[in-house]
């Protein structure tokens, strides 16, 4: 038995397991379904068991199939690691992974001042995509924004702390009247992104006490450089908005924030890297980097 051939297999087994038909894994592998039944036959032989159940309506796993299924996912998600991180350390190129409004906001000119300083650095940035399987390889990583790291299998470096504001425009609050309690904000034309918590639970910074804020009318927006534009415009207050976002119109007036002795708990910026008995260079120069930068950035706290 060829191992490069039942590792083949396994992968075309695992594909026919997710589609749940042998002619939709067919059309997905660019083969044909006699062809993947052939080499699922020849991969039951190899293993000795009858992996999968056939019926008019499908494909699914027997209590073998599941089992050789649970064993095999892993191992084969390793090896695409390795490859990938074999690929990528032949082209000298690393991959960082940025949630979508990080990426368009914040992060481009943290990595344009790191490819200044460390020219030789090959850096490609994405955008995470919700939902999207995380990479596991050694010279890809990734920004978490989240309380506490929930990704058990990378190795997290906290960067900075994101403080959370409520916030409007002067002109709004003119015309709809100020809000002296956390209760008042239901009163008023709140804009919030679906990243927000229901409800918006504030903390006074003094006392300690919790509120908690109904967001059912609040309006949602798509996200948080859009909630931005609004409240500048004088749409309504921002409910949950990242303070460093709207530091600078803070600064000028432009904005105010709304009930700044109560505040939501704030977010923390993570990076992330796969872990490693031998990390590369570039995956202990980056966090590093990013926290001198979030020292710079006002409406942060590094670290």
């Given at each position: 038995m060829s191992k490069s051939d039942f590792l083949l297999r396994s992968r075309y087994f695992l594909r026919t397991l997710r589609s749940g038909s042998i002619g939709r894994a067919a059309d997905s592998l660019g083969m044909g379904a006699p062809q993947l039944s052939r080499e699922m036959a020849k991969l039951e032989r190899e293993t000795g068991s009858t992996l999968l159940i056939r019926s008019s309506s499908g494909v699914s796993a027997t209590r073998e199939g599941a089992a050789f299924a649970e064993w095999i996912e892993p191992l084969i998600g390793k090896l695409d690691e390795v490859e990938e991180s074999v690929r990528a350390g032949a082209?000298?190129?690393?991959?960082?992974?940025?949630?979508g409004w990080l990426e368009a906001e914040l992060f481009p000119a943290w990595l344009?001042?790191?490819?200044?300083?460390?020219?030789?650095a090959r850096i490609?940035?994405?955008?995470?995509?919700?939902?999207?399987?995380?990479?596991?390889?050694?010279?890809?990583?990734?920004?978490?924004?989240?309380?506490?790291p929930s990704d058990e299998g990378m190795i997290a470096v906290r960067i900075a702390e994101v403080p959370i504001v409520n916030a409007a425009s002067p002109d709004y609050l003119a015309k709809a009247g100020d809000v002296l309690e956390p209760e008042g904000l239901g009163l008023h034309e709140l804009i919030v992104t679906d990243?927000?918590?229901?409800?918006?639970?504030?903390?006074?910074?003094?006392?300690?006490?919790?509120?908690?804020?109904?967001?059912?009318?609040?309006t949602v927006s798509g996200s948080f450089i859009t909630v931005r534009n609004q409240i500048r415009s004088a749409a309504?207050?921002?409910a949950g908005i990242p303070r460093?976002?709207?530091e600078r119109e803070l600064k000028?007036?432009?904005?105010?924030?709304?009930?700044?002795?109560?505040?939501?708990?704030?977010?923390?910026?993570w990076f992330m890297r796969p872990p490693s008995r031998y990390p590369s260079l570039l995956g202990l120069q980056l966090p590093a980097w990013f926290r001198e930068q979030?020292?710079?950035?006002p409406g942060l706290i590094a670290g």
């Open positions: 082209t000298g190129e690393s991959t960082l992974w940025i949630p344009a001042g790191f490819r200044k300083v460390h020219p030789e490609v940035s994405r955008e995470i995509v919700p939902g999207a399987p995380a990479s596991r390889s050694a010279f890809s990583y990734r920004i978490a924004e989240e309380r506490l990243a927000v918590e229901r409800p918006l639970v504030l903390r006074n910074l003094k006392s300690g006490e919790f509120r908690g804020v109904d967001l059912e009318r609040a309504g207050i921002a460093f976002l709207i000028r007036g432009e904005l105010v924030e709304v009930l700044p002795e109560w505040r939501a708990e704030p977010e923390v910026l979030a020292k710079r950035t």
